[in-house]
């Protein structure tokens, strides 16, 4: 492979396990609020 097509594997690398990485921390930091209140209920389907 040449230098030029390493790097861009290397960089384009670096942004997906980043972006991956990034998510994981966040979402470790920051879990889902657990006190939102339930959504809305589902209309049922109007009779044909």
Sequence with gaps: MSAASLLLM???MVVIWGGLTASAVALVRRPENSHMPDGGE???PPDE
Excluded: E, F, T
């Design 10 to 12: 290397i960089a384009s």
């Design 42 to 44: 589902d209309d049922p």
